[in-house]
């Protein structure tokens, strides 16, 4: 018996694991206008708390990437990429606006300030590109940035 009510939980606990029983990230497609600003607003406040953790539950499992000129795909590559890019990003702050969507696409413009580790001040400019998946998580995320270099006292994003 007790062979059986392990073999029932390892079942249960392996099912967890699988991507069809991931839960659902609300809002979910088809989007509303406020579903997609929603998700445009989770996705500032994720990116600016710069914990890998919190930021990759928004992508499904296999999620594809392009980042400027990287292409990689999956949670671990995508953890990676951004302890690379916050390390060498420093004292980042992002804000994101809601372009257009369709049903399951969202289109967003960015404006991001950093430093670098020699005290050299940039604003990074750009576009993306979100499709997700019914469970509300993103599958693809495309994105093209553009970096000025600027002076402390041009910062405007705080």
Request: aromatic share 12%.
């Given at each position: ?9 390892l ?33 500032e ?16 499992e ?97």
């Open positions: 018996e007790t062979n059986t009510e392990t073999l029932v939980m079942r249960r606990c392996r099912c967890l694991l699988l991507p069809h029983h991931v839960a659902p990230r609300p809002p979910l497609p088809p989007f509303s206008l406020e579903d997609a600003q929603k998700k445009v607003q989770m996705a406040d994720a990116w600016n708390t710069r914990n890998p953790e919190i930021v990759v539950k928004a992508y499904s296999d999620c594809t990437w392009r980042n400027r000129a990287e292409f990689f795909q999956g949670h671990e590559a995508i953890k990676e990429f951004l302890m690379r890019k916050w390390d060498r990003e420093q004292d980042y702050k992002l804000k994101k606006f809601y372009f257009a969507h369709t049903a399951n696409r969202i289109a967003v413009t960015f404006a991001y300030e950093y430093h670098d580790d020699s005290g050299n001040w940039f604003r990074a400019y750009g576009n993306e590109l979100w499709t997700f998946n019914e469970k509300g998580l993103m599958t693809d995320r495309n994105a093209s940035i553009n970096d000025v270099r600027i002076s402390p006292d041009q910062r405007q994003i705080s």
